[in-house]
């Protein structure tokens, strides 16, 4: 019994030694094996045993590397440098790992002293950079662009990802020292790609791609160099070079290669080789979907919405989560007109992958095809902000601002647009149309220079370009190119519009009558067609053929907003305001949310007299909160006409300048409330201005000469209150304009 007990104590404790020599002997073995992460647990083992061996500490290193646990690699290398200091080799490493784990004031203190001792060593030189650069390692640059663009962003937009802080001294000192590194060492491989990499995100884009080519060129079996290379100048346009590089990294056999090969293939209309190399790389093993879901994709550019649903859903049937397979699904579904159903999973989507841009895009365009534009607008605004490098995102934005009316918006950013992707016809007649809506007739024709080939002679073209010639004043050359736009096809609407809108500002809508009758016979039950042929109609004095087009419209679709509001305004012409507002009130109830039919309903109310209930609609319209177009400027005119709310009508009222400098209906609301506020003076550039541009409206001219009556220049109100009158002897104010003009007799 006491030798039991004696030896009780010795059989229950290991000797430490024994266990941290067996751990290291498993641990070796293993390693010869390859089986890294099981010689990393038996090195960890050991560690434990004695965690101040740093040879040991190397090992375990030496296993989590194999093993690419690079976190746990990371931990032993620096503490095996903490627990020998002399040991310059482990050092380095400790500098290196420090940089992988973003500590890179750690890495600076580490590396310095060993840089100062040893100021010629490449590698020593390189780390510094790193550090100094806030690069994890030399190759960060590289691999973080090139990731960028294999997702589709731009050059520019992945190298602005990169890195969230940057000192320009620390730059300015990295990149010293990666020119150094690479002066001395042209060949050495974290020399040279760190300084490429360096370059790529610094903007210096084509002399890092110069850099990259050599190592690609010497390392042709490095599938990443040439793809990268290959991808960067796609970037830049140079698609010989792009297929060469690219091709060189497909043949490795790499799978990453073979599907950025197959993209380029796809974006260059090069379908069956892109589906040939898809084929390929599923049959080699497609685990992730990734080759299924490219085949969707092509199937959706040629127009099979169904085959790219079913490569959508063989992904899902495996990973139900899988949010690129539901991006396909979503867009083979709006593809075949179901937007209804591609909205909710755009939006699962969204939420589950918020930076998928594609998503965010499907979902605009979804909402756009539902009519629900101001979502989709705004959708359109938030993808901009998150990528303002994306031209495709830019021209639909501007598109949609401009069927908003946001002409200074569109602007801009189809400005963004022709910058990121120049010769893109579409960006320029976004912009031109833009420039044109602004009343910038030199930069809307600027912008058009810039079409070349089969575009610039094209309908679309010629008729931005007859626009703006009429916005110049140059009517005879307007209508000749609205007539050569007509000629390859004599139903475009556009053209055919701004025809007529050139002869009914003219007085000549009968010259061009018979045309409008033929595109609409030949587009039977079309409303635009009927609505242009009803404007023709009433402006030629054929009030029963507008009618016979209005209600045609009205009866198939009693909200359609531009019929209920022409046929309102010719009803109350008629002096039939009540039927007026019959059709203003169908078209409200199916169209609740048209702020145009209210303000349409607002003005016909206060024809009637009815100016209280206009009133609380103008007003209930802007307590909502919503985007109330052309309402404040009513409610403004409202006010300045009952002499109440002055300054809340002058807000309104400069508001709405700010938007629309150059309208006349706002100068002259503008002009007119000055005049009520008893500052004629003040009033009158505005009023004046409104004449200037809209000569032929007795209400402006009866404006100014009441403000003139008020200023003390009698003559020149007399002229103008006699013109008002001239215009139209019966407009709404010409009673009072008679005893004005009597008062100054």
Same mark, same amino acid.
Request: net charge neutral; with cysteine.
């Given at each position: 019994?006491? *030798?039991?007990?004696?030896?009780?104590?010795?059989?229950?404790?290991?000797?430490?030694?024994? $266990?941290?020599?067996?751990?290291?002997? @498993?641990?070796?073995?293993?390693?010869?094996?390859?089986?890294?992460?099981?010689?990393?647990?038996?090195?960890?083992?050991?560690?434990?045993?004695?965690?101040?061996?740093?040879?040991? @500490?190397?090992?375990?290193?030496?296993?989590?590397?194999?093993?690419?646990?690079?976190?746990?690699?990371?931990?032993?290398?620096?503490?095996?440098?903490?627990?020998?200091?002399?040991?310059?080799?482990?050092?380095?490493?400790?500098?290196?790992?420090?940089?992988?784990?973003?500590?890179?004031?750690?890495?600076?203190?580490?590396?310095?002293?060993?840089?100062?001792?040893?100021?010629?060593?490449?590698?020593?030189?390189?780390?510094?950079?790193?550090?100094?650069?806030?690069?994890?390692?030399?190759?960060?640059?590289?691999?973080?662009?090139?990731?960028?663009?294999?997702?589709?962003?731009?050059?520019?937009?992945?190298?602005?990802?990169?890195?969230?802080?940057?000192?320009?001294?620390?730059?300015?000192?990295?990149?010293?020292?990666?020119?150094?590194?690479?002066?001395?060492?042209?060949?050495?491989?974290?020399?040279?790609?760190?300084?490429?990499?360096?370059?790529?995100?610094?903007?210096? !884009?084509?002399?890092?791609?110069?850099?990259?080519?050599?190592?690609?060129?010497?390392?042709?079996?490095?599938?990443?160099?040439?793809?990268?290379?290959?991808?960067?100048?796609?970037?830049?346009?140079?698609?010989?070079?792009?297929?060469?590089?690219?091709?060189?990294?497909?043949?490795? &056999?790499?799978?990453?290669?073979?599907?950025?090969?197959?993209?380029?293939?796809?974006?260059?209309?090069?379908?069956?080789?892109?589906?040939?190399?898809?084929?390929?790389?599923?049959?080699?093993?497609?685990?992730?979907?990734?080759?299924?879901?490219?085949?969707?994709?092509?199937?959706?550019?040629?127009?099979?919405?169904?085959?790219?649903?079913?490569?959508?859903?063989?992904?899902?049937?495996?990973?139900? $989560?899988?949010?690129?397979?539901?991006?396909?699904?979503?867009?083979?579904?709006?593809?075949?007109?179901?937007?209804?159903?591609?909205?909710?999973?755009?939006?699962?989507?969204?939420?589950?992958?918020?930076?998928?841009?594609?998503?965010?895009?499907?979902?605009?365009?979804?909402?756009?095809?539902?009519?629900?534009?101001?979502? *989709?607008?705004?959708?359109?605004?938030?993808?901009?902000?998150?990528?303002?490098?994306?031209?495709?995102?830019?021209?639909?934005?501007?598109?949609? *601002?401009?069927?908003?009316?946001?002409?200074?918006?569109?602007?801009?950013?189809?400005?963004?647009?022709?910058?990121?992707?120049?010769?893109?016809?579409?960006?320029?007649?976004?912009?031109?149309?833009?420039?044109?809506?602004? &009343?910038?007739?030199?930069?809307?024709?600027?912008?058009?220079?810039?079409?070349?080939?089969?575009?610039?002679?094209?309908?679309?073209?010629?008729?931005?370009?007859?626009?703006?010639?009429?916005?110049?004043?140059?009517?005879?050359?307007?209508?000749?190119?609205?007539?050569?736009?007509?000629?390859?096809?004599?139903?475009?609407?556009?053209?055919?519009?701004?025809?007529?809108?050139?002869?009914?500002?003219?007085?000549?809508?009968?010259?061009?009558?018979?045309?409008?009758?033929?595109?609409?016979?030949?587009?039977?039950?079309?409303?635009?067609?009927?609505?242009?042929?009803?404007?023709?109609?009433?402006?030629? !004095?054929? @009030?029963?053929?507008?009618?016979?087009?209005?209600?045609?419209?009205?009866?198939?679709?009693?909200?359609?907003?531009?019929?209920?509001?022409?046929?309102?305004?010719?009803?109350?012409?008629?002096?039939?305001?009540?039927?007026?507002?019959?059709?203003?009130?169908?078209?409200?109830?199916?169209?609740?949310?048209?702020?145009?039919?209210?303000?349409?309903?607002?003005?016909?109310?206060?024809?009637?007299?009815?100016?209280?209930?206009?009133?609380?609609?103008?007003?209930?319209?802007?307590?909502?909160?919503?985007?109330? !177009?052309?309402?404040?400027?009513?409610?403004?005119?409202?006010?300045?006409?009952?002499?109440?709310?002055?300054?809340?009508?002058?807000?309104?009222?400069?508001?709405?300048?700010?938007?629309?400098?150059?309208?006349?209906?706002?100068?002259?609301?503008?002009?007119?409330?000055?005049?009520?506020?008893?500052?004629?003076?003040?009033?009158?550039?505005?009023?004046?201005?409104?004449?200037?541009?809209?000569?032929?409206?007795?209400?402006?001219?009866?404006?100014?000469?009441?403000?003139?009556?008020?200023?003390?220049?009698?003559?020149?109100?007399?002229?103008?209150?006699?013109?008002?009158?001239?215009?139209?002897?019966?407009?709404?104010?010409?009673?009072?304009?008679?005893?004005?003009?009597?008062?100054?007799?």
């Amino acid at each position: 019994m006491i *030798a039991v007990a004696a030896l009780a104590p010795a059989c229950g404790t290991a000797d430490p030694a024994v $266990t941290k020599a067996d751990a290291i002997r @498993r641990g070796d073995a293993l390693l010869s094996q390859k089986k890294f992460a099981d010689a990393a647990k038996a090195f960890d083992q050991a560690v434990q045993s004695d965690p101040n061996d740093g040879e040991l @500490r190397m090992k375990a290193a030496e296993a989590h590397r194999g093993a690419q646990q690079w976190a746990q690699a990371n931990r032993h290398i620096i503490l095996a440098a903490d627990l020998m200091p002399g040991n310059r080799a482990v050092q380095i490493q400790a500098v290196d790992a420090l940089n992988n784990q973003s500590r890179f004031d750690d890495a600076l203190a580490r590396v310095q002293p060993l840089l100062t001792a040893d100021p010629s060593n490449v590698q020593l030189m390189v780390l510094f950079a790193n550090a100094k650069a806030r690069m994890l390692t030399s190759t960060y640059g590289l691999l973080r662009v090139e990731e960028g663009m294999r997702d589709g962003l731009t050059f520019d937009g992945a190298r602005a990802h990169v890195r969230q802080a940057v000192v320009q001294s620390d730059d300015a000192e990295a990149e010293k020292s990666y020119r150094q590194a690479y002066a001395a060492d042209p060949k050495h491989y974290d020399a040279r790609l760190g300084l490429a990499g360096f370059l790529w995100i610094t903007g210096k !884009g084509d002399e890092g791609a110069g850099i990259l080519k050599l190592a690609a060129d010497d390392a042709p079996a490095h599938a990443f160099l040439s793809r990268a290379l290959g991808l960067f100048y796609q970037q830049r346009g140079r698609d010989a070079d792009a297929t060469h590089y690219l091709s060189i990294a497909a043949a490795t &056999g790499d799978r990453e290669s073979r599907l950025v090969m197959a993209d380029f293939d796809a974006a260059h209309d090069r379908i069956d080789n892109a589906l040939r190399l898809l084929d390929e790389v599923a049959r080699d093993g497609d685990a992730d979907g990734s080759a299924a879901l490219r085949t969707g994709e092509i199937q959706l550019r040629l127009g099979k919405p169904d085959l790219a649903m079913s490569a959508a859903e063989k992904v899902l049937a495996k990973t139900p $989560t899988d949010a690129k397979a539901r991006l396909v699904k979503a867009q083979a579904l709006l593809a075949n007109g179901r937007a209804d159903d591609a909205i909710p999973i755009a939006r699962a989507v969204i939420a589950d992958a918020p930076d998928l841009l594609e998503a965010r895009t499907v979902l605009a365009r979804s909402l756009e095809a539902t009519g629900n534009g101001k979502s *989709a607008l705004d959708e359109f605004t938030a993808l901009w902000r998150r990528d303002t490098t994306n031209a495709e995102v830019a021209k639909a934005l501007a598109s949609l *601002a401009l069927s908003f009316g946001r002409a200074e918006v569109a602007a801009e950013v189809a400005t963004q647009a022709v910058r990121l992707k120049p010769g893109d016809a579409d960006a320029a007649i976004l912009l031109a149309t833009a420039a044109i809506r602004l &009343g910038q007739f030199a930069s809307a024709e600027r912008a058009l220079a810039t079409v070349t080939g089969p575009e610039a002679s094209s309908t679309e073209v010629l008729t931005l370009q007859a626009v703006i010639q009429q916005g110049r004043g140059n009517t005879d050359a307007a209508r000749a190119t609205f007539l050569r736009a007509l000629q390859s096809n004599p139903n475009d609407l556009p053209a055919l519009g701004g025809l007529v809108d050139l002869e009914i500002k003219a007085g000549k809508a009968a010259g061009v009558k018979s045309r409008v009758d033929q595109a609409a016979a030949s587009n039977p039950g079309q409303p635009a067609y009927l609505l242009l042929a009803a404007r023709v109609a009433r402006a030629a !004095g054929d @009030r029963s053929g507008a009618d016979r087009a209005l209600r045609s419209i009205l009866d198939a679709d009693p909200g359609h907003v531009e019929a209920a509001r022409l046929y309102a305004d010719i009803l109350v012409q008629d002096n039939r305001r009540d039927e007026a507002k019959a059709v203003l009130d169908r078209a409200v109830e199916k169209q609740p949310a048209s702020i145009p039919l209210k303000a349409a309903l607002g003005s016909v109310l206060d024809s009637m007299g009815k100016t209280a209930e206009a009133r609380l609609l103008y007003e209930a319209v802007l307590n909502a909160g919503t985007d109330a !177009g052309e309402i404040p400027i009513k409610l403004a005119a409202l006010y300045a006409d009952q002499v109440e709310n002055l300054d809340v009508a002058l807000r309104l009222a400069e508001t709405s300048r700010q938007k629309s400098p150059k309208d006349p209906v706002i100068a002259d609301v503008l002009g007119w409330i000055y005049v009520r506020k008893e500052l004629p003076a003040r009033g009158l550039p505005y009023l004046r201005e409104a004449v200037a541009a809209a000569p032929g409206n007795p209400i402006y001219h009866y404006h100014l000469g009441f403000a003139l009556e008020r200023a003390g220049e009698l003559a020149q109100a007399r002229s103008e209150l006699t013109r008002a009158l001239t215009l139209n002897p019966n407009f709404p104010y010409a009673a009072d304009a008679r005893r004005i003009l009597d008062l100054i007799r």
